[in-house]
């Protein structure tokens, strides 16, 4: 069984930083990817940023050079470093483990709130 637990979100102002945290636990495959995703009120789930095992990283282009995703696979946690936050970030952010083929496992979500 995998858990992944989350922490790090809040309540900040526009133009502030943030850093969320999500930590991988259970039968996790060595060769994986650990991504964040976000949902806002009344919108789909969107991919904010991946990372490989290996390191390779994407990110959607709303969050370029804004947000920072990286990870420590000895601890299996990936972080995602948030600047420059705009309300338009606000959103539920989820942590995804995935390998192969599947859909993954999923965090139970932390709260970002970012007021103007």
């Known amino acids: 069984q995998v858990q992944l637990v989350e922490s790090g979100g809040g309540l900040v102002q526009a133009g502030g930083s943030l850093r969320l945290s999500c930590a991988a636990s259970?039968?996790?495959?060595?060769?994986?990817?650990m991504a964040w995703y976000r949902q806002a009120p009344g919108k789909q789930r969107e991919l904010v940023a991946s990372?490989?095992?290996?390191?390779?990283?994407n990110y959607a282009d709303s969050v370029k050079g804004r947000f920072t995703i990286s990870r420590d696979n000895a601890k299996i946690t990936v972080y995602l470093q948030m600047s420059s936050l705009q309300s338009e970030d606000t959103a539920v952010y989820y942590c995804?483990?995935?390998?192969?083929?599947?859909?993954?496992?999923w965090g139970q979500g932390t709260q970002v709130t970012v007021s103007s």
């Open positions: 995804n483990v995935r390998w192969g083929l599947s859909n993954g496992y």
């Open positions: 259970g039968s996790i495959f060595s060769s994986n990817v």
């Open positions: 990372i490989t095992s290996s390191g390779r990283t």
